[in-house]
Every structure is written in structure tokens, then in C-alpha cells.
Nanobody, 123 residues
Framework: QVQLVESGGGLVQAGGSLRLSCAAS????????TGWFRQAPGLEREFVAA????????YYADSVKGRFTISRDNAKNTMYLQMNSLKPEDTAVYYC????????????????WGQGTQVTVSS
């Protein structure tokens, strides 16, 4: 059984930064597409960012492009999401996911999920 554990969430003022981490219990991050999703109250879980294992390509939702950066350290089985210039609308529970396919933007395409970490951006 694979476990993903997120950390790094918290409360930050608008314009601030946070870095989320996602640690995997075993070596999976180098074999699959991995991604970050978020879910705000009353809304569906939405795609934020993803990275492909094969070539290091990265993908971002338009709403975070230029502000967020996804990265991965396969040696540490850890994935990161650097979030800069945060806005109140970024407030959500953030989830990391692994085992994704080429349809990296779909929740249904991932096999493994973390428990989520809360990010709150105050105005």
C-alpha cells in the first residue's frame, strides 16, 4: 500500500508564499505522473499542477501559471509545490496524487492520494 503525506500548509497573507511537500512511502514518484489538486468548500476537486515522470514536463492550471511551481526529488520520493503571490481564491485543501496517466488533469486518472493540507490566504 502506498501512502502520500502532504505538509506545509497554513495561513498566509495575500501576496505571500508557501511550499507544500508530498512524501511517498515508497518509490513511486519516479514511475508515474504526479500532481497537485485542490478543493475549496462546496466546489469540486480541481487540477493545479502535474509533472510527468518520463521527461520532466510540467503542466499548470491557467489560474496558477506563473505563480506556482511543481518539482520532484525522486531520490527522496518527495514532490513539492512552491506557491508564490498567493491570492485569497487559492484558499483550499491541497492534495498530492500519484499514479497518474497522460490525462494528468483528471482526478479519476490517479491511483494514490494524500490526506490533504489546508492552505488559507487572507486578504
Amino acid at each position: 500500500q502506498v501512502q502520500l503525506v502532504e505538509s506545509g500548509g497554513g495561513l498566509v497573507q495575500a501576496g505571500g508564499s508557501l511550499r507544500l511537500s508530498c512524501a511517498a512511502s515508497r518509490r513511486i514518484l519516479s514511475r508515474y505522473a504526479t500532481g497537485w489538486f485542490r478543493q475549496a468548500p462546496g466546489l469540486e476537486r480541481e487540477f493545479v499542477a502535474a509533472t510527468r515522470w518520463s521527461g520532466g514536463s510540467t503542466y499548470y492550471a491557467d489560474s496558477v501559471k506563473g505563480r506556482f511551481t511543481i518539482s520532484r526529488d525522486n531520490a527522496k520520493n518527495t514532490m513539492y509545490l512552491q506557491m508564490n503571490s498567493l491570492k485569497p481564491e487559492d484558499t483550499a485543501v491541497y492534495y498530492c496524487a500519484a499514479g497518474g496517466t497522460y490525462r494528468y488533469y483528471l482526478v479519476s486518472e490517479y491511483d494514490y492520494w494524500g490526506q490533504g493540507t489546508q492552505v488559507t490566504v487572507s486578504s
